[in-house]
């Protein structure tokens, strides 16, 4: 079974500083792995993915992961925090080699101070 | 069309009514999901269409619950008996073939159950 942790439920950062999210992963086949973020009574908006290749993922608005096998982990990160970028923040994860649905963590609040 | 499409927007229905959600799929996306997101929560995953064939519905709470996809395209999530539990923001969401270059989500049905 497939399950996604995201520890942090509030991340506080300063506008300008860097800024990282964590998640953490367990699949039992290969991880097809998301990040997701959602405004206050939107839908979801994909910012990246990783499938295989690169560990380091770069997606939309400046925002990148890295993929981490040892450590199970797929942390999101953005060098310079803009207040723009305050949301709702969703990982997921599916099994490579399952079926395709995808399980989402919990979500992490992301609050960039002015 | 450009998006996923969900209708309606927004339903408030009674206890114990049928209420019944559509969701339109990105033309050409053979693969189609529901979730369901209540307060404060990740997305839940609820079921997954290959085609018109249910691939997976293990996320389906009871049997009040039914999805349909006879076309292969438009999916319906039907709820019978609804519970005031019930209440909570259902997402719908399509891809092509197996995920691989991502899953597009549409902006949600708010079910409220007074």
């Known amino acids: 079974a497939q399950s996604v942790a995201q520890p942090e439920d509030q991340v506080n950062v300063a506008e300008g500083n860097p800024l990282t999210v964590k998640c953490t992963y367990s699949v039992s086949g290969n991880p097809y792995l998301f990040w997701y973020v959602q405004y206050p009574n939107r839908g979801l908006q994909f910012l990246l993915k990783y499938i295989t290749g690169d560990n380091l993922v770069k997606g939309s608005y400046g925002f990148e992961a890295e993929f981490n096998k040892s450590q199970t982990s797929f942390h999101l990160k953005k060098p310079s925090a803009l207040v723009s970028d305050s949301a709702l923040y969703f990982c997921a994860v599916r099994d490579g080699a399952g079926a395709n649905n995808l399980f989402f963590g919990t979500g992490t609040r992301l609050t960039v101070i002015p | 069309g450009a998006g996923v499409s969900q209708t309606p927007s927004n339903k408030v229905t009674e206890k114990g009514k049928y209420v019944e959600l559509r969701c339109d799929p990105i033309?050409?996306?053979?693969?189609l999901y529901w979730y369901r997101q209540s307060l404060g929560q990740g997305p839940e995953f609820l079921i997954y269409f290959q085609g018109t064939g249910a691939a997976d519905d293990s996320g389906l709470p009871n049997d009040r619950f039914f999805a349909v996809r006879p076309e292969g395209s438009v999916s319906t999530l039907k709820i019978q008996r609804t519970e005031r539990g019930d209440s909570a923001v259902y997402l719908c969401a399509s891809s092509q073939g197996q995920g691989l270059h991502g899953y597009t989500f549409g902006s949600g049905t708010r079910l409220t159950v007074v």
């Open positions: 033309s050409g996306h053979t693969a």
